[in-house]
Every structure is written in structure tokens, then in C-alpha cells.
């Protein structure tokens, strides 16, 4: 029974240290400070669209953007193989609520939310950034872009607390074990690449 007691602790410190580090700098869409860039992280396709979390991420981050409180969005997703393409699917739905295509920059190879975040800041040359993806996310997110050298505030997305949403609240206890050595070892992203100017040009343009 120590045994496990002592495993069950251990594997829940990674949760709890994202939670203490990050809580103070989650905030609601109305009540987060402005930053120029946010940052929307990907949730799956279904059939080539956003699914209903990736939608309602968009949401929030189209929101941001018409209040005044980001100018340019960045949409990290998965585009590592042919016929899935997150990012442009993003760019697709922001579009649609009216977000110009030229405020909305794509990065293709954010495979996770580490790499997210370290591409967001060594490619995209983002230093400060609202984070938006849902609450049971939104604390991991912090902490890794924070890690990555980022001054972040993230945006938390509320959902009906049901299956989907317990899964994801699951899931996130070997993620943050995950994250705790992504922030301690700080790898380079699954791809690199060379520095992007898709944000600058974009803040640029915005003015």
C-alpha cells in the first residue's frame, strides 16, 4: 500500500506543478491583458473540419482578436502527413468569422504542445502571447511556453463536463509527466527549420 501511495504521489506531482506554477496567469477571455500574438493550439479534424474543441478554440481566439486583444493568431496543428491538414482547416474556420487571412499565420509542425510552443518562439520569434485552448489544457500550456521563453497568460475554454471532457482531464496526468521533462530538458521540436516571418509581417501590417 506505501508502494503505491508513493506511485499514485508521483505521478500526480507533474499535474501539480504545472497547476502552481501556472494558475496565477490563467485568465478569462474578458479578463486577459492584451499581447500581440495568440496562440491556438490543435485539436483534431473530423472529415477535414475542426473538431468541436478545435472549434471552440477558434472561437475564443476570433473573439480575442474582434475585442482588440491580440492582433495576429497563430494556429499550431499537425500537417505531418498527406490529406491532415490542421492549420489550414484553422485558418479556414477563423476566416469564416471573419478574422483576415492576413492576421492568421500557420505553423504546419506543431505535433504537441511542447513543440508549440518552442517553435513559437525560436521560429516564430513570439515573445509575448494569450494562450487558448481548454481548461484542463490550458495550465500544461503555460508552463511549457513558459519554459520555452514566452511571456504567457492563457485563455481557458470551458466545456460541459462529460465523457470527452473527463478523457481530456485524464489525459492530461501522463502529459504534464511529459511536459515536466519538456521544461527541464527543453528538446528541440520534432522539426526545426528556419526562422519564419509569417508573425512579424503580420503584427507588422496590423499596425
Not at 120 to 133: M, W
Amino acid at each position: 500500500m506505501q508502494a503505491l501511495a508513493l506511485a499514485c504521489t508521483a505521478a500526480l506531482l507533474p499535474a501539480l506543478w504545472a497547476h502552481a506554477s501556472a494558475s496565477p496567469r490563467v485568465r478569462d477571455a474578458a479578463a486577459a491583458p492584451s499581447a500581440p500574438v495568440a496562440v491556438v493550439f490543435g485539436a483534431g479534424l473530423w472529415n477535414g473540419v475542426p473538431s468541436p474543441y478545435l472549434a471552440h478554440r477558434l472561437d475564443t481566439a476570433a473573439g480575442l482578436y474582434r475585442t482588440g486583444k491580440v492582433r495576429v493568431l497563430l494556429v499550431s496543428g499537425d500537417n505531418s502527413r498527406s490529406g491532415y491538414d490542421e492549420p489550414s482547416a484553422m485558418r479556414d474556420y477563423l476566416t469564416g468569422l471573419g478574422v483576415p487571412r492576413e492576421r492568421i499565420v500557420l505553423d504546419y509542425a506543431g505535433f504537441d504542445t511542447w513543440d508549440s510552443c518552442i517553435r513559437a518562439k525560436r521560429i516564430f520569434g513570439v515573445d509575448e502571447a494569450l494562450l487558448v485552448t481548454q481548461g484542463f489544457h490550458v495550465r500544461r500550456a503555460l508552463a511549457l511556453c513558459t519554459a520555452a521563453g514566452i511571456d504567457a497568460h492563457g485563455v481557458p475554454v470551458e466545456e460541459p463536463r462529460d465523457v470527452t471532457w473527463l478523457y481530456g482531464s485524464v489525459r492530461e496526468i501522463p502529459g504534464a509527466a511529459k511536459a515536466a521533462l519538456d521544461a527541464a530538458a527543453r528538446p528541440d521540436p520534432h522539426f526545426l527549420g528556419p526562422r519564419e516571418p509569417g508573425v512579424a509581417r503580420a503584427l507588422a501590417a496590423a499596425g
